[in-house]
Each structure stands twice: as structure tokens, then as C-alpha cells.
């Protein structure tokens, strides 16, 4: 049996955050002591320790938007050898034969691993493309300490070998695994005249994920007499408390009035899926898409933007329909072909569950990580 330590850097339940919880199942499963270093507590602690890994909750620098810039970096860069330095002690003291450092935004973790003298392992869940060149590069040159490097998408791969092209030949793609509810929801419910079409959204409420997008569109579905409700699952990403204002501006105008729910963080979210006639993921950009997933998972009939990792997820016209990203009326007219026709709409809900089992399930995840994990030991 072998150490793994694991560096993440949010105590959060999103995305990238849940996908390490299922990299801990592997490792743990495969045999293996994992021990995880988070900056800050919060709920993601106590789901990893019913995981069975060790938690510690150590300070170390979690890059933010606002140190994406020339002087920022340079600044960390300044700090970052003393900080090295303290966690590869650390490292050290834990007996790990591997460090996993999870997502780009943790720049020291791979630095302190390599003076420790234990192999690094990167999974990168970002493709962060709207940065100049010299940015994304220093973003993530941290990496090129890594001996292999796990993509969560092809589209992540590419963004980060633009930026880095020495990783080419350490780096592999491995989609994530994303659960499906512990029992099949119930099929897509049979709408009668005058009912009103709902539709789910479950994402952070920040830009790059499209709520305004949303907004907008079932603003346009509403104009055209279909009595359209949106629902939202999600909190406020830290910093972007200004767009949440918007969005309660814009929802509070006549159009939308009555017609949209902010329902704030919501786990589980299978009763909204299952409570929702359509799904959609109108992100800006998306190294990945776990909800897309899970809207597959769920059976329902997914819209989402044609960008990044959801091209991956969602075969257009065949599991769900692609439409253009920033586009309320592309978003618009996709939801109303699923509206007026509920028989295609049940196609491809069905259609997209069978294609999330095969491609996304959590074994195969599990067995990929496994794999990449244990090569790096060897």
C-alpha cells in the first residue's frame, strides 16, 4: 500500500471539488492511503473523510482571476520559495510516494513535491483560453515540474499544451466520472395544454456560466406565449456578488416576473432534475461539464452551448442539441423544439442516459485514474 497526498484548492461541493471525491474512492479501493491538504475548512472535509482519506487543513496560495495579470504573478513567484519550501517539508513528513495536485491553481504544491523528491502527478480541470498567451503560460508552468499530467477533456489538453507545449508527450486525457442517482429517476412527465415547461439550470452563478444567457432566452420563449420557468441551483462565486444583483434586476422585470427561481445551493440535485421538462448548460466556456452529465444521468433532454468540453459531452442532434454560446435566441429556438415536440425530446433524453452510463460512469473514471496513478509509482 502506498501514500497518495492530494492538494485541493477549495473546501467546496462543485465540480472539480466532487470529482476528487471519486478519485479518492479509486485510489482508496485500489489499496492505497490517501491523505488530502486543503487551504481552508468547509463542507468538502467531512465528505472526504467518510471517503477514508486524511484531511489537514494547511495554508498555501490559491490563485484568483485577480492575480491573472503580469504583477500578480510576478508577485507569487517572489513568495513562492519560501512556501515551497514549508510544504515540501510537509510532504516529506507524510510519507506520501506521490503527490496529486488537483486543478492549475495551486502553483506551489508541484514545486515543493519536486524538491521533495516525490513524483507529481497534475489533473487539470481548466481550460482558461481568454488570457494572453504569456499569462496562460506562467499559469501554468508550475506543471512542468509534473511527471504526467491528466486532462479532464480534450479541450482542457489543448488550452493547456498552447500554453505549455513541453507537456505533450506527460499528458493524457481522462473524462470525468460523474454519479448518477442512487435509483433511475422517472421518465420525462407527459405536459398537457397549459402546462408550464420547466426548465433547470444548475451551475455557480458567475458570467462564464451563462445565467444571464439563460435569462434572456426564457424571456424570448415567454414573448412567443410559452409559459416558460427557469429554475437555478447554485451560489454566488465569491467576487461575483455584482452579477448576482443583475440577475435579481433582470428577473424582476415583467417579463421574467413569476418565472424564475434563484434556489441558492442545492445537494442533491436530482429532484430538480426530475422535476424539470428540459436542462440546459449555456456556459461561455467549459473545460468539462459534470452537470451536463448529470442531465444525462437523469434522463432529461439536454441544451447546451457548442464550446470547450460539452462538445465531448453531447452529441449534437443525438443525446441533446449544441447551440451557439452567448445566443438567447439560439438557446430560445432549441428549447422550443423540445417544447412542441415532447416524442424527440424523450428520444434524446433517452438516447443521452445510455450514452452517460457508457462513456462517463464512475468505474471507468475510477479505473483510468487508477492506471495513471500507479504508472507514476512505477
Known sequence: MSTILVAHPSPDLYGSDLQLVETIHALIGAGHMVKVALPTDGPLVAVLREAGAAVAIIPFTVLRKALLNPRGLAGLGAEAGPEALRLARIIRSSGARAVLTNTVTIPTWPLAARLAGVPVIAHV?????????????????????????IANSGAARDVLLTAQPPLKNRTRVIHNGVPGPERPLPGPRNRTAGTPFRVALIARL????????????????????????????????????????????????????????????????????????????????????????????????????????????????????????????????????????????????LAGRADAAERFSVERYRSRIVDAVESLLQ
Not at 126 to 134: F, N, R, T
Not at 224 to 237: M, T, W, Y
Open 125 to 149: 480541470h481548466e481550460a482558461e483560453d481568454s488570457q494572453p498567451l504569456i499569462i496562460r503560460a506562467g499559469l501554468n508552468a508550475p506543471l512542468l515540474t509534473a511527471r504526467a499530467v
Open 206 to 349: 458567475s458570467p462564464r456560466k451563462g445565467i444571464d444567457i439563460a435569462l434572456e432566452a426564457i424571456g424570448l420563449l415567454r414573448a412567443e406565449d410559452v409559459d416558460a420557468r427557469l429554475v437555478v441551483a447554485g451560489s454566488i462565486f465569491p467576487g461575483y456578488e455584482w452579477y448576482e444583483e443583475q440577475l435579481r434586476e433582470r428577473i424582476s422585470r415583467p417579463d421574467l416576473s413569476s418565472a424564475v427561481e434563484l434556489l441558492g445551493y442545492v445537494n442533491p440535485t436530482w429532484p430538480i432534475l426530475a422535476d424539470a421538462d428540459a436542462v440546459i448548460v449555456p456556459s461561455r466556456a467549459e473545460p468539462f461539464g459534470n452537470t451536463a452529465v448529470e442531465a444525462l444521468h437523469a434522463g432529461r433532454p439536454l441544451v447546451a452551448s457548442r464550446v470547450q468540453g460539452l462538445m465531448e459531452v453531447v452529441r449534437d442532434g443525438e443525446t441533446g442539441l449544441l447551440v451557439a454560446p452567448e445566443s438567447p435566441e439560439a438557446l430560445a429556438a432549441a428549447l422550443a423544439v423540445l417544447e412542441r415536440d415532447p416524442t424527440r425530446a424523450r428520444e434524446l433524453a
